[in-house]
């Protein structure tokens, strides 16, 4: 689904939006777009400009050597801007980040090795189950469908 959540107040409240990754990834993309008058006052802005930066190397296929020092600078900086403007935000993800370069230099760009087509799929076993109330023997009744 290449549509972006409907954003309610509860995720607002919660800082939380429970959507497929597709659906983050869309959101995430179109964030600019869909509140365009508020982003231009945020002084926060830069750490979503950095990482999309970064999303956009690091999903870029073919993914070229030359690229590894700038991932990297912008890594390190996008770190630095996260522990600036949003210090009670940090968790292990943001400091995995300023791996990124070494990560895509030893085992290649990243969406070679992504599980999105797995997640999808496993989602719509997943919402069978739940509809189906029927929790014994999952497999089987997955594969008698």
Known sequence: ?????????K????????????????????FPLIFHDVVV?????????????????VLSL??????????KDLCVSFHESMVTHFPNKITPKVHFICEYDQIVNDY????RQWCFRY????????KITIKSNNFKNV???????
């Not at 689904?1 to 107040?9: A, D, E, F, H």
């Not at 409240?13 to 429970?18: L, V």
């Open 119 to 126: 997640e999808a799929r496993h989602a719509y076993f997943k």
């Open 11 to 30: 995720h607002l409240r919660n800082d939380r939006i429970a959507v497929t990754a597709s659906q983050k990834l869309c959101l995430f993309k179109m």
């Open 108 to 111: 290649g760009p990243p969406l």
């Open 41 to 57: 006052t945020l002084p926060s802005f830069i750490v979503y400009k950095q990482l999309r930066e970064i999303l956009d190397l």
């Open 62 to 71: 073919p993914f070229r050597r030359k690229w590894l020092l700038t991932l």
């Open 139 to 145: 497999p089987k009744m997955l594969a008698t469908l």
């Open 1 to 9: 689904m290449n549509k972006p959540p409907p954003i309610q107040v």
